[in-house]
């Protein structure tokens, strides 16, 4: 699971970094600063196999904050949204669940076959 976290990490780079060199505001970062958050959980995982599955369970709960904030300011402000922030916001919500869903899929099947989540 790191390693897939790493790419969701680095799509949300992406996105964070390209929203911010058409916008020029540091708000279009905050995909970038989620995305660097979960790289470096990842790579610890990946350092410190003991701490794997602590690691990735910290990483699930970003994942989740991940997907509440831009789904709240969706919910509450989509309307006065510039179309810019409404595909940023919407790209973040929809990276940060699928990382979330393949998370907590990862985490039954570990502990149905009663190994560590990883």
Do not use: C, D, E
């Not at 799509?11 to 660097?36: E, H, M, V």
Request: charged letters at 5%; zero cysteines; proline letters at 3%.
């Amino acid at each position: 699971m790191p390693k897939t976290t790493l790419i969701f990490a680095a799509l949300l780079i992406a996105l964070g970094l390209g929203a911010f060199g058409i916008s020029s505001t540091r708000t279009a970062l905050l995909p970038a600063y989620l995305g660097l958050v979960l790289a470096l959980l990842a790579g610890l995982a990946l350092a410190f196999n003991g701490a794997r599955k602590h690691l990735m369970h910290v990483a699930a709960v970003v994942a989740l904050l991940g997907a509440l904030a831009p789904a709240a300011a969706m919910a509450i402000r989509a309307a006065q949204m510039s179309p810019l922030a409404f595909w940023v916001n919407a790209g973040m919500l929809a990276l940060s669940v699928a990382l979330l869903v393949l998370m907590v899929r990862s985490f039954i099947a570990a502990r149905r076959a009663g190994t560590t989540a990883g």
